[in-house]
């Protein structure tokens, strides 16, 4: 009994941790970057923000061409007369009425609405535009929190590589000055390396915990463990390989570059407008109507007449004189167009310099990863070579403890170096405005799931 109560409680706490599993945020799950872009797309606050607010912008256009449809307009009401006279109050006269009408209203010449119109298209496609940019900042916003997480994990991994080496040395140092072969100054030497790496070990620490709190702020998720960028993942050069060409693009088809074309064009449609509003306006006209009339006098109503009244007509409007308010509308429009040309071209130029920069980052970051990893391999032979030299007694430690914190600092620039090249990559494609859903995919395919049980040397 006692075996069987004991199972039951066991199951019941395992089905309770089920269910919160399912409710809490998830720790401990691993994830790799396409994972991540879709629960960004499903989670992430700010791009969501940017949907509903696309939404909402598409509702300008019926409410413009609303302005060229149909009005019509029905009311009805009802009134109560009651007359005395001033010499005696006693003589009356009262009378209610019902009213009721009905009204069309269809402009036929509005230049004013049709311009609004086209205003408001362009509008929707400027929300259209600034809803794909969201789209590309939340996809370069996921690459940067999921490369930083893997950078600070590498800069951790290299640092207690580096603490696992320095205390093999310290060790090698104290059996040293055991034997007497070598002074006590080695093994002060050791330790004190050793001291400051684990002052950095915590500070490496808490910067994994940081930037893993900044991917889980995008996809509502808390992943300890993330597919990873093999050492042998070979990184591609931009494809057109010339500068020119990325830059031509990037002032013709960059998203700020497009949205302050349409900008331009919205300015200039709403100067349009104000010049439009001192044309004449022609509408159609139609309404119709009755009343019943119900005379009293006394307590007993006296039946009264009965009309219908309907018109059918066209009105032409047209402005005269408005104070000044027109010409001012115009000429306001007219500069804040003289503004929005000199950002379109501010734009243009801001696309041409982040292509150049973004261009110089992955042709330079792949160079400088070439030469980083030709680094390593010396920095390698040189530590072997020293370890070697100070066993026999041609080196000593210092000149190892220095060998082994030249590969380690080698190893975390490579790290870095190779992320920020993948995050050139992105960035060069959003100036141009042709990064995409595809380009994570391609790097996601380069991505490997962990080894537990690798260990760094």
């Known amino acids: 009994m006692h075996t069987q109560h004991g199972r039951g409680r066991w199951l019941l706490l395992t089905t309770l941790l089920a269910f919160t599993g399912l409710v809490l945020p998830l720790r401990g799950w691993a994830l790799d970057l396409a994972e991540a872009w879709q629960l960004a797309l499903q989670n992430d606050a700010h791009y969501a923000a940017t949907g509903h607010a696309r939404q909402a912008e598409q509702e300008i256009v019926p409410q413009a061409r609303a302005q060229m449809l149909p009005f019509i307009t029905a009311s009805a009401g009802a009134e109560a007369d009651d007359t005395r006279r001033t010499r005696s109050l006693s003589d009356r006269h009262g009378s209610t009425r019902a009213l009721w009408s009905l009204s069309l209203t269809q402009p036929l010449a509005d230049v004013t609405a049709w311009r609004s119109l086209e205003r408001a298209k362009t509008i929707a496609r400027a929300a259209d535009i600034s809803h794909t940019q969201s789209r590309q900042q939340l996809i370069l916003r996921v690459a940067q929190a999921y490369f930083n997480i893997l950078k600070a994990q590498d800069n951790l991994d290299a640092l207690l590589a580096e603490k696992k080496a320095i205390q093999a040395q310290l060790q090698a140092a104290q059996q040293g000055f055991a034997l007497g072969s070598t002074t006590i100054t080695d093994t002060h030497e050791a330790q004190s390396r050793l001291d400051l790496l684990r002052a950095r070990e915590f ?27 093999p050492s042998t993942a070979a990184l591609a050069p931009p494809e057109p390989n010339r500068l020119d060409d990325w830059t031509n693009q990037a002032a013709d088809t960059g998203l700020n570059v497009v949205l302050a074309q349409l900008q331009t064009q919205i300015i200039a449609s709403q100067r349009d407008i104000a010049k439009s509003r001192h044309y004449p306006q022609l509408h159609l006209e139609a309404r119709t109507g009755s009343m019943s009339d119900r005379g009293m006098r006394g307590v007993r109503p006296d039946p009264g007449p009965r009309s219908l009244d309907s018109s059918v007509g066209i009105v032409l409007s047209l402005p005269i004189y408005t104070g000044g308010q027109l010409s001012s509308e115009v000429r306001e429009q007219s500069s804040r167009l003289q503004q929005s040309r000199a950002e379109l071209e501010a734009a243009r130029r801001l696309a041409r310099q982040s292509t150049q920069e973004h261009f110089s980052g992955v042709t330079s970051g792949l160079a400088r990863i070439d030469a980083l990893q030709a680094a390593e391999q010396s920095s390698r032979s040189a530590v072997e070579a020293n370890q070697l030299a100070y066993e026999v007694g041609v080196r000593i430690n210092i000149d190892v403890l220095n060998a082994q914190q030249q590969l380690y600092e080698t190893r975390r620039q490579l790290s870095e170096a190779r992320y920020d090249t993948l995050l050139h990559s992105l960035e060069l494609k959003a100036s141009t405005g042709t990064l995409n859903d595809n380009d994570l995919y391609a790097i996601n395919a380069m991505l490997t799931t962990p080894d537990p049980n690798h260990q760094t040397d």
């Open 203 to 229: 500070e490496a620490t808490n910067a994994v915990q940081v930037s893993q709190q900044v991917l889980s702020t995008i996809i509502n998720r808390y992943p300890d463990t993330l597919a990873e960028l």
